[in-house]
Each structure stands twice: as C-alpha cells, then as structure tokens.
C-alpha cells in the first residue's frame, strides 16, 4: 500500500507561524488568567510538550499532557478540560484570519489515489485539529486518518510518530511519502524511511 502523509501548518495550511503562536498562546493566557498566571501557564505548556516529545507509552498525549498540566498546577485534570474544551469551541475561531489555504497543494492532494494521511504534529486535540481542517477547506472524508492528541502516543520529530502512522494504515514506511514545510520536525520521517518532500514558505512543492 502506498500512502502520502500531508503537514497540516505551512503545508496544507499557510501562515506566519511565529505570528500564529504569538496569538495563539496570548489567547490562551486570556483564557486563564483567572485560573493560573498566563505566563506561567505559557511557559509550562512549552515546557510539557518538549518534554513530551520523546516520551510515550500506553497513555495517548492528550492524557499525558492533561496530567502533567493539573500536576503542575495542582488542578485537577477535568477542570483544565473544560477550559481548554471551551476555548477551542469558541477564541480559538479568532485565530482563522492568519492562515489561507495551500489551494495548489489541496488539489494535488485530492487527485492522488494513494491513501491519504493528514499528518500533523498532535499537539492539539481533535477539537483544535477539526477546527484548523475547516479553515483549509479539508474534511474527514479527505483523509484514512488525521492525527491529534487523543489517538496519538507520540509528537514530531520522535520517529516513533510516524511508525504509528504507518501501523495505522497497515503501510510499510518505505511505501509513504511525507509532504511538509519543516525539515526538522517533518524531516525526521526519513529516519524510519519515508520519503520526504519539503514544502516551501510560498506553499510551493
């Protein structure tokens, strides 16, 4: 089985990334603030998912990171959810204006007749992740699996993510290619012996 893996930021999904993350995680700290010190906070999701990057095990990362953030700050992992639930249900959406589809990238993608991974790097949960695909105009019909926090056990660049990937869609590495804008993170496919295509800062290929 041959199967192409798809990035979803600056592949599928342009942006100004350091702009994205900025606004990203100024949000965030709006969000809490009545909860924890947003910079602290900040600071400790940077931390928790570096941390978590060649980490694995039985828990999926949505688990793992819930955990280490209520053991961080001494909550309880439930009430972060609903924080968190609500934020990408509702500011997240604020977010939409600093990306635009990859339009020439999207219509390859869906005149190929290979399997189709949307291969992002899992540190968001699938209520974030569904959210990004509208944007971009995708949907779950465009792909056999899209990867997000809760049915991922490990992040970019541990080669182990793309092993489950592959594990996933019963394809052999070597039959897989990897579209994506970051050598580094979408690069270390090639360490498992996926091929990779680097995608460029304009969205051209």
């Not at 893996?5 to 900025?22: P, Q, V």
Request: hydrophobic share 40%; aromatic share 12%.
């Amino acid at each position: 089985m041959k199967a192409f893996l798809f990035d979803l930021d600056g592949t599928l999904l342009l942006s100004d990334e350091e702009i994205f993350y900025n606004r990203y995680f100024e949000l965030v700290g709006q969000e809490f603030k009545d909860v924890v010190n947003p910079k602290e906070l900040i600071d400790a999701i940077q931390e928790i998912i570096e941390n978590m990057i060649f980490d694995g095990g039985d828990e999926n990362n949505y688990q793992r990171f819930m955990g280490k953030i209520s053991q961080k700050f001494g909550k309880k992992a439930l009430e972060f959810e609903k924080r968190f639930d609500a934020f990408y249900s509702n500011n997240f959406k604020l977010l939409k204006p600093l990306t635009k589809p990859n339009d020439r990238l999207i219509n390859h993608m869906r005149n190929l007749s290979e399997v189709k991974v949307l291969a992002t790097n899992p540190i968001f949960p699938e209520i974030a992740i569904k959210e990004r695909m509208k944007w971009a105009g995708l949907d779950d019909d465009d792909f056999a699996l899209v990867t997000f926090m809760e049915n991922s056990h490990y992040l970019k660049p541990n080669p182990k993510y793309f092993l489950e990937i592959c594990e996933k869609i019963k394809a052999d590495p070597q039959n897989c290619t990897m579209m994506g804008n970051d050598p580094k993170l979408d690069g270390a496919c090639e360490k498992v012996g996926i091929k990779f295509v680097l995608v460029g800062e304009d969205g051209n290929f």
